[in-house]
């Protein structure tokens, strides 16, 4: 058995995922302020625009001095720009919205067997943290889909000020938990952000590989995690 004293956490598609497609939701506040778009065509200018925001203001432009709540809502305001919206009273009462109900459960769903799974592990005993490329609307999140419970700390890119795979992230969760590099193990399903990066610190990590993703050759069979279950049993084998 792995001597593992904390186990990390990353939260977006390894824990928590979107209900629906971005561009349905915003479509839904669209038509419900009379503008009519169509959810491909927001999915599309989405991704776009958040492309272009992370390059020009990494890490919710906290360097910059711009709140996350600011970052978000310039993202969702230029999504709507490219498809040809251009009130701005509208696209202010939108972006609002939209940011608002991110924070909300309903915008929210558990993975297959992530609440069973962290019963699992704290009921065993072990110290359990998030890290996570998120903003400071986590916490209240976790909160709402009863998580929060689980968790000892939360951190978050924007509150430590580097985003993963700075390995300061990592090694602010391991002085958090109290733990050394080899007694900790980080579960995410990002190779690079999660499964890498926290093996470059010394900890243990494994890739939650759900339908579709591509494979990595570099990770070897007993990391990959198919369902969050599996965790148990490689954490009992190792």
């Not at 509208?90 to 799974?117: I, K, Q």
Request: aromatic residues 8%; glycine residues 6%; proline residues 5%.
């Amino acid at each position: 058995m792995l001597r593992l004293r904390l186990l990390t956490w990353d939260v977006k598609d390894t824990l928590l995922r979107l209900r629906q497609p971005v561009g349905l939701s915003y479509a839904a506040e669209a038509q419900a302020h009379g503008v009519q778009v169509q959810p491909e065509a927001l999915s599309q200018s989405f991704h776009a625009a958040y492309r272009a925001q992370s390059r020009r203001f990494p890490n919710y432009g906290r360097a910059e001095g711009l709140s996350s709540r600011q970052w978000w809502v310039d993202v969702v305001k230029e999504t709507f720009r490219l498809t040809g919206v251009h009130e701005d009273a509208v696209l202010s009462l939108m972006a609002e919205n939209l940011y608002r109900d991110y924070c909300s459960a309903r915008n929210w769903e558990l993975l297959p067997e992530a609440g069973e799974t962290l019963s699992w592990c704290r009921q065993h005993g072990f110290l359990m943290g998030v890290v996570s490329n998120f903003d400071n609307r986590l916490e209240s999140i976790l909160v709402q889909c009863n998580l929060r419970h689980h968790f000892h700390f939360v951190l978050t890119s924007e509150a430590v000020g580097v985003a993963k795979p700075n390995p300061k992230i990592f090694k602010t969760a391991l002085c958090l938990g109290r733990a050394l590099p080899e007694q900790a193990a980080h579960i995410g399903d990002d190779y690079s952000r999660d499964y890498r990066a926290a093996r470059e610190v010394g900890m243990h990590s494994f890739l939650l590989h759900t339908p579709g993703q591509s494979t990595q050759p570099e990770v070897p069979p007993g990391h990959i995690l198919p369902t969050l279950s599996r965790l148990l049993a490689v954490i009992e084998k190792g």
